[in-house]
């Protein structure tokens, strides 16, 4: 697990992707999707700062988030304090009740990295799904984003915070050996005092991108029913999200 989300890498976090992701519109999607499928309770996995969290708590939502990092939830916490959030890990928890909804957002699957974390993943959120449950997630597409990061070795973003500008520059490794498309991501984050450049962190993290049909399998395996697969351009990256249904 990466330990970018942890300490004041968590407050950084927040800033820079409220500056590039537009989480009304993410709310929008997710519920358009948690709606048609008649789901009133949901968990959101990879819930991070709570972005997702304010806009169901504003609606009056039965929501609650999970999210493996303490110094994340933290933050959620101050923003949602009607909120339920639990410390958690994906691959293994259980809920006190099932729910309607399981929804892993802001491609938090690419924290997946072996097929074992992906399929106990899959049987975690099989168990706590109701009957006719409903599992959303987003990962993001290898066939599109290993060209991406071969083209664009380095790819920047920047932000301000506090009226401190941040600049993150990534590099993704494509020329390893790993196993299963699996990415060495170094994130160097820097501050503009005065002018001048100063890193404050250097981050490093092994992720994972997924093909189509390999996510298809998964589901397969764990008993899921594919409803509905969308192709979705993020900030930066292009993704899919899948809706399934638990199958009995
Ligand atoms: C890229 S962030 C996305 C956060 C949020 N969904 C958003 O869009 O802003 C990924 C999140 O996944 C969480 N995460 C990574 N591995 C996890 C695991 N095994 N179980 C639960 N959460 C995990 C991280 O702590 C982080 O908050």
């Given amino acids: 697990m990466a330990n970018l989300y942890d ?3 968590a407050a950084i976090y927040d800033a820079m992707y409220q500056t590039f992701v537009n989480y009304d519109e993410e709310y929008t ?9 008649n789901a009133s309770t949901v968990l959101e996995i990879g819930s991070g700062t709570g972005n997702l969290a304010r806009r169901f708590q504003e609606n009056n939502q039965n929501y609650q988030g999970l999210d ?3 110094d994340m939830i933290e933050i959620a916490r101050k923003r949602n304090k009607n909120s339920s959030f639990i410390q958690g890990d994906m691959r293994d928890f259980k809920l006190k009740e099932p729910v309607d909804a ?3 957002t802001g491609r938090s699957t690419s924290y997946l990295i072996t097929n074992d974390d992906i399929n106990k993943t899959f049987e975690s959120v099989y168990k706590n ?4 449950g409903v599992i959303i997630f987003d990962f993001i597409d290898a066939n599109r984003f290993i060209p991406f990061t071969k083209e664009n070795p380095i790819i920047i973003h920047e932000a301000v915070y506090e009226n401190i500008n941040y600049i993150r520059e990534s590099h993704w490794d494509t020329n390893n050996s ?3 498309f699996m990415l060495e991501w170094t994130a160097k984050y820097y501050a503009i005092n005065n002018n001048k450049k100063e890193i404050i962190e250097n981050d490093f993290s092994t992720v994972r991108v997924f093909t189509l049909n390999e996510m298809e399998l998964f589901l ?3 008993n899921f029913e594919i409803l509905q697969t969308i192709d979705r351009k ?3 990256y292009d993704t899919y999200v899948i809706v399934a249904r638990k199958k009995y």
């Fill in 7 to 9: 300490g004041k890498m």
């Fill in 29 to 37: 999607f997710y519920n358009n999707l948690i709606q048609k499928n």
């Fill in 68 to 70: 493996y990092s303490e």
């Fill in 102 to 104: 399981v929804i892993i």
């Fill in 129 to 132: 799904l109701t009957k006719e």
């Fill in 178 to 180: 790993l196993e299963n």
């Fill in 220 to 222: 397969y395996l764990n």
């Fill in 234 to 236: 993020t900030y930066a």
